[in-house]
């Protein structure tokens, strides 16, 4: 039957034809995720991407790092074990250390600076390398929200206003470089972690701390096992949706095309809906007894920036690239 069919597309595509007018076999895209089923961007991809795409494919999203160790989802798509996970700039910069500069504390600056960047000419390479190199697609960039210092000492035992203050705190990062290093630029100890350990870390005080945005504090609960928040907005946190370069060519021009609207609707979608509850939840957090304020917010951001400056991330950013997302911004 397949040799019949590819004949018959053969045709089609020889007389001009709609090559989507043939039956074809339907296709599954499994996507892995360290985050929740309830969290934004997940909800996201399974309410919009899913529908959007089931003409021709089923959609089966692994949660919970069930189905990937978190950080090995990349790797897993490279050698054809999976179709699409939900990337960190982080992650790509195990590969490609120059995607350290979408990592940087304080470079993005709010959601449409991000979108910006990714439309942008200036991401070409980039999304180039990474499909040449790991056969892997950028489809699109999710927002995951601007991460903040959540620690389990009250504030009267520890007050943070500026990096000196974060001194010998033990605050879990996620397991990747370019992580470690942004919370050692924040003054902290970091020590790495997957995601799904964070919680059980912070009850039983394996760690002192963790960052994450407002959103992922209740999404997670960290509110039941922590006792303050120090709004730094270090990193305005991004994920790209990525997909297998392989699935990406065996798919028609219209199911490509299919593809990449949904992963950017998507993207849309759950970015408005994380940036409401970004804006919503304080009063919710405060009510779990989670003090929350804004410490020297200029110490955070001269002391982390001066951090990469001459670091050996900042060598491998290419020539330009940070002026031209500083441009982009407001
Ligand atoms: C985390 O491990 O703290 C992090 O927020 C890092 C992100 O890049 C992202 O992977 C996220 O976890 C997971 O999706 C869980 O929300």
């Known amino acids: 039957r397949r040799a019949a069919l590819s004949v018959a597309v053969a045709a089609s595509v020889v007389a001009g034809g709609a090559v989507s007018a043939f039956a074809q076999d339907r296709m599954t895209f499994t996507l892995a995720t360290a985050g929740s089923e309830t969290d934004q961007r997940s909800v996201a991809m399974a309410e919009v991407f899913a529908p959007m795409v089931a003409e021709f494919a089923d959609y089966q999203p692994g949660y919970n790092a069930t189905l990937f160790a978190q950080g090995t989802e990349l790797e897993a798509i490279s050698r054809g074990n999976l179709t699409m996970s939900i990337a960190s700039a982080q992650e790509l910069a195990q590969f490609f250390p120059e995607f350290s500069i979408f990592a940087t504390g304080y470079v993005h ?21 990474v499909e ?28 943070v206003q500026t990096p000196a203050d974060l001194a010998g705190v033990n605050l879990r990062m996620p397991g990747t470089d370019a992580w470690q290093f942004l919370g050692s630029a924040l003054g902290a100890s970091p020590t790495p972690m997957a ?5 059980t870390a912070l009850s039983t005080g394996a760690v002192d701390g963790q960052d994450n945005p407002l959103p992922t504090v209740v999404d997670a609960k960290f509110y039941e096992v922590t006792n303050q928040i120090a709004l730094t907005s270090h990193l305005v946190d991004l994920n790209y949706i990525a997909f297998s370069l392989e699935t990406w060519n065996s798919l028609t021009p219209e199911q490509q095309i299919t593809v990449q609207r949904a992963a950017d609707a998507a993207a849309s979608v759950g970015r408005l809906r994380q940036l409401d509850l970004e804006n919503s ?39 330009g690239v940070l002026e031209r997302i500083n441009a982009l911004g407001n």
């Not at 995601?195 to 919680?199: K, M």
């Not at 200029?298 to 950013?317: I, L, N």
Request: glycine share 4%.
């Open 195 to 199: 995601f799904t350990e964070v919680y």
């Open 132 to 159: 040449e190199e790991l056969g892997v697609k950028l489809l699109s960039v999710m927002y995951l929200g601007r991460r903040h210092v959540n620690l389990r000492q009250t504030r009267d035992e520890l007050d």
């Open 281 to 319: 939840l304080a009063d919710r957090i405060r009510s779990e007894g989670v003090e929350i304020y804004t410490p020297d917010l200029e110490a955070f951001r001269t002391h982390v920036q001066a951090q990469y400056v001459g670091s050996e991330f900042a060598e491998s950013w290419p020539e």
């Open 109 to 129: 600056q709010d959601a449409a600076h991000q979108v910006r960047v990714f439309n942008d000419a200036l991401m070409d390479p980039f999304k180039q390398t």
